[in-house]
């Protein structure tokens, strides 16, 4: 009665946690172990469970949870199911679990690969694109194939200790927004906080510094030795993965730059029809306010504040993404069909209360051109090295 017990509360906690539709499959042999440890453990299958957890444990010895599973199953057959439950590090292990299971189970039921509804539109010199569910705590990686964006991994990660939507420096919270991964920094390099590496991202923005919101090293990392994951919020504002994971996602993907990384609060995933239907719904809204031609920043690409309320009728959008966070923005950036030069437009819009797209925010960028990024052609400053992300 005591493990039947435990077996319904385990499963009654899984089904609790917070998930959104995945786009991807499951992450690494580790998490697709531990979850099948997990299921042994559902189906009451004492024997099998002990066998799975056993071996889990022996091939990842610094599996906190698969020690923790097997704690607990201990415990309940032998009567004592309160094990560990006032326990704040307990607890965080839990709640890792229940983002791993309830995330596998979902993406085994998601059929027609769903994609982000905020990536209307990514520039086709991009051949990644990084897309973090903060709410899943799960690390997406998009390939662009043929304009749409296909699936290829996912991975759990840790976000801040304190949640996300960073405004300071030291809030301990992981910003929302649309970033750039700008650099590859190996671990051998690194404290050994962070692990197998990081790769750094452009945070703060051009909106955030717009905002006046501060900090600095926001990176994306691994984790240091003695753990495989943390809990889910436990880093000063990184985004950071397991060591195997991290190596998997760097050699992916190459660790290019130019990288877009959307860190989004509010996710929401859709068919990629209706990815196409609504791309086109705002570029006819945002279209609309074309009011006159827009006037750009100067040539030493600083941010200004715009000085009109819509773009060149001639645009050829290279991007366009719905901007997370608690005000409703849009990111786009295009170039004029005539124009010769490498440069693009970069504009920030909001919302206005009769329902327009107003530009906030404009400069100059360079049009995309991801480089591969390698140990040999990195040269991180001194400061950069040291810095803890917050």
Known sequence: MKAFTFTSRLMATLL??????????????????????TDAVIDSNWTNALGT???????????????????DLLSALAGASDFGRADPAIADLRQQLQLRWRHTKTAARTK????????????????????????????????????????????????????FGKEREGDLKTPVGVYQVDGYIPGGELHARYGAGALTTDYPNTLDRFLNRTGF????????????????????????????????????????????????????????QKL????????????????????????????????????????????????????????????????????????YWHRTNDGRWQVTLQTSVPLRAPQRLTADTLTPSDSKLNSLGN
């Open 16 to 37: 609790l946690a917070t998930a959104l539709p995945s786009a991807a499959m499951a992450g690494s042999d580790y998490e697709t172990r531990l979850v099948a440890a």
């Open 53 to 71: 957890i056993d071996e889990l444990k022996a091939d990842f010895p610094l599996s906190r949870i698969a020690h923790l599973l097997h704690a």
């Open 112 to 163: 027609n690969s769903p994609v982000p509804a905020k990536l209307l539109q990514v520039s086709a010199a991009v051949p990644f694109v990084l897309y973090v569910d903060l709410p899943s705590s799960r690390l997406h990686v998009f390939a662009q194939q043929n304009g749409h964006l296909v699936p290829l991994s996912d991975y759990y990660i840790t976000i801040g200790r304190a949640g």
């Open 217 to 272: 090293g926001i990176w994306l990392h691994g984790t240091e030795p003695g753990w495989i994951n943390r809990g889910p919020r436990a880093s000063e504002g990184c985004i950071t993965l397991s060591n195997a994971d991290f190596e998997e996602l760097v050699n992916q993907f190459g660790s290019h730059r130019d990288v877009p990384i959307v860190i989004d609060d509010v996710p929401k995933w859709i068919p990629v």
């Open 276 to 347: 196409q239907q609504n791309r086109n719904a705002v570029i006819t809204s945002i279209t609309a306010s074309a009011d006159r031609p827009i006037e750009t920043s100067s040539g030493d690409h600083h941010e200004t504040p715009a000085m009109s309320h819509g773009l060149d009728k001639s645009a050829l959008f290279t991007d366009l993404v719905l901007y997370p966070g608690k005000e409703e923005r849009l990111l786009t950036r295009w170039m004029a069909s005539d124009q010769t030069d490498s440069m693009a437009i970069e504009q």
